[in-house]
């Protein structure tokens, strides 16, 4: 039984990991942050069919910003392989903590390279390095090619992580290998991210719990895929017989503005009635358009998405009414 540590397993990519890891009859572990509320309703599904189905799930108190635990977790439960998938990872937010967000998400990757090499184990590594890093970008499509030019704290974090992944990689021997993933989306999407932020306010607003949704910038383009079909993509990363560095995407972007028009049009609503402007949400320096190539990744590890951007809109959506409908009603001012 293959035994494999994740950080960041509470997160979107963290629990779709952690489910295509059991069902490959892994042995999987997490790191999660102590806090005063329990915030593992992602994986709360796994955690209860350990006492149903025997899935082996482990989950641990930790922090990217504590290597010595970092160092006694590796030394104590010898992964095959790690994933670290933790950081602050809402683009935004970075503008407002950046040091932290230098220091969780881009510091914290050396960390967790430093415990695997203090701790002699040697397990295969993945980062989650990010599309955001090439920022202003200098070609189209990107590839792996293709240089970074990062347009906020969290892309810089996430250079310094990449950079970082590398030169452990190529200085001491390591499997370490980068995932660069363009924007993946999914239900489990957290709700200040702008895509789960649209689709839960169509969702309400066709179920008349909320009036408005307030947006920023509408005319940024993105790369939009399925998120469960991305963490497959980091898994074999770490299954190739050499590491290497690799991007996610669907080679197609789409509009913020296309995205509301897909997912109001989807419940037959027009989405000029509800949709306001709020400049809080407006970046201080924005990212124009990411489009990936994902032609390396399909020619050596044999990956490539399925789900597209309309299917996409609509999973998102349904999941959202179901989710809302599930919760009966529900007083106005609650939205």
Known sequence: MKKALITGITGQDGSYLADL?????????????????????????????????????????????????????????QPDEVY???????????????????????????????????SGVKPRFYQASSSEMYGKVQEVPQTETTPFWPRSPYGCAKMFGYWATVNYRESYGLFASNGILFNHESPRRGETFV??????????????RQKELYLGNMEAKRDWGY????????????????PDDYVLATNETHTVKEFVQEAFGHVGLEWEKYLKYDARYERPAEVDLLIGDP??????????????????????????????????????DQY
């Open 21 to 77: 890891l059991v069902a490959k009859g892994y042995e999987v572990h997490g790191i999660i942050r102590r806090a005063s509320t329990f915030n593992t309703a992602r994986i709360d599904h796994l955690y209860q069919d350990t006492h149903v189905n025997g899935v082996r799930l482990f989950l641990h108190y930790g922090d990217l910003a504590d290597s010595v635990n970092l160092t006694k977790l590796l030394y104590k439960l």
């Open 195 to 208: 895509t789960r932020k649209i689709s839960r306010a169509v969702a309400a607003i066709k179920l008349g």
């Open 227 to 242: 998120a469960p079909e991305y963490v497959e993509g980091m898994w074999r990363m770490l299954q190739a017989d050499e």
């Open 84 to 118: 670290n998938l933790g950081a602050q990872s809402h683009v935004r937010v970075s503008f407002d903590i950046p040091e932290y967000t230098a220091d969780v998400t881009g510091v914290g990757t050396i960390r967790i390279l430093e415990a695997i090499r203090e």
């Open 295 to 332: 032609a390396k990744a399909k020619r050596q590890l044999g990956w490539e998405p399925k789900v597209r951007f309309k299917e996409l809109v609509q999973i998102m959506v349904d999941a959202d009414l179901e989710m809302l409908e599930a919760k009966g009603p529900v007083h106005q």
